[in-house]
């Protein structure tokens, strides 16, 4: 599409629960690039909130009343939303006529769960959230683990991530794409993106050294307490399984510390309090092999849902790749101390007793 002297027009489709960034991202890619906004709710009484309660919105319009011809392109961002928009039949006729009719339809996260209601998927290379991959596939879309998958009109994204070249190629798709603007190239490396998603209202370097911060320290404190739960374990198997933990924990601190150095930050982290401290080691003194792997099982999981988190928050590509992958790693040192906690403790198995404590809600 070719810029013309008509403003060019957006609907972007919301309820309550999108996803705070996948909306605010794309909005103020397209509001500075002059596009006209509309945002589409399923009644004009409403103010939508985002999920992390950052943003309220109010409809300017709904899409019973607005066609398919009133714009150029479609955006549909993440989160709770998808799931309510693709029960109004007004919102998805109104996706499904912009598909047949070639228009600009832009979809990330969980908002191809409303692309999937118009039975237009089949054949088509989307990507979207790994949950919902399997809806996908099931649509009859070729599902692509990819940032950015573009199929004609069709653009899709997969996590909050992968919003500023989400954000770069719709402005492209829609001929506002400069090419005297490099840093706003779809094929820049992954390292640059999270400068332009700052400037599109995505995550500010103070919040991704924040995030490396917090995991950095997370990931010290449990590796000072799986030291001492080594020594302090009898059982041969239970050693050899905190051995390897520390391992990689030793290797996750490594990568987060070489990130925060690109990021042009030293990092640090200190110790909990003493009171803390000397009450785990009062713990630990009293402790047996399967007390020890309930704590470290509950302290794995703990490292797990706050590495998942900050990978699906954070909007710097280099990041998010960083806590998936050590929330992977994580995680199969989780299934294997299940595996040994199951086996020990029998029929008087227990929930796991973390000492560490979440750092992302």
Not at 54 to 60: G, M, N, S
Not at 120 to 143: H, M, P, S
Not at 224 to 246: C, H, N, P, W
């Amino acid at each position: 599409m070719t810029s013309t002297n008509q403003p060019i027009r957006a609907g972007i489709l919301l309820e309550n629960g999108f996803e705070d960034s996948e909306y605010q991202m794309p909005f103020a890619a397209m509001q500075q690039a002059g596009v006209d906004i509309t945002v589409l709710g399923t009644r004009m009484n409403d103010e939508y909130e985002g999920m992390y309660g950052t943003v309220r919105v109010k409809p300017d319009a709904t899409p019973t009343e607005m066609q398919a011809e009133d714009f150029d392109a479609i955006v549909i961002p993440g989160g709770h939303a998808p799931d309510r928009i693709r029960t109004n039949r007004q919102a998805v006729r109104l996706v499904a006529d912009a598909l047949e009719q070639g228009k600009v339809v832009a979809a990330v996260c969980h908002g191809p769960q409303v692309l999937i209601e118009t039975d237009l998927l089949r054949g088509k290379e989307v990507t979207g959230f790994y949950a919902i991959r399997t809806d996908l596939q099931n649509a009859g879309a070729i599902y692509l683990d990819r940032p950015v998958v573009r199929s004609g009109s069709l653009i899709t994204s997969r996590r909050p991530s992968d919003l500023a070249a989400f954000s770069a190629a719709l402005l492209e798709q829609l001929g506002l794409f400069e090419t005297e603007r490099p840093d706003l190239d779809p094929t820049l490396p992954d390292d640059r993106w999270w400068h332009v998603a700052e400037r599109w209202n995505g995550s500010s370097r103070t919040a991704i050294i924040g995030a490396l911060s917090t995991a950095i320290a997370g990931e010290h404190y449990t590796l000072d307490a799986f030291e001492q739960y080594v020594e302090r374990a009898t059982d041969m198997s239970l050693k050899l399984l905190l051995g390897d933990a520390i391992a990689n924990k030793k290797r996750h601190i490594e990568l987060l510390e070489a990130r925060m150095q690109a990021l042009g930050e030293t990092a640090y982290w200190q110790a909990a309090g003493a009171k803390a401290i000397a009450t785990f080691q009062g713990w630990l003194q009293s402790s047996d092999d399967t007390a020890i792997l309930r704590r470290a099982l509950g302290d794995l999981q703990t490292g797990i849902v706050d590495a998942y988190g900050f990978a699906n928050r954070l909007t710097d590509p280099i990041s998010a790749d960083l806590f998936e992958q050590v929330a992977s790693g994580l995680s199969l040192h989780e299934e294997r101390f299940a595996d040994l906690y199951r086996n020990r403790a029998g029929s008087n198995v227990e929930p796991p007793q973390p000492t560490t404590l979440a750092a992302v809600g």
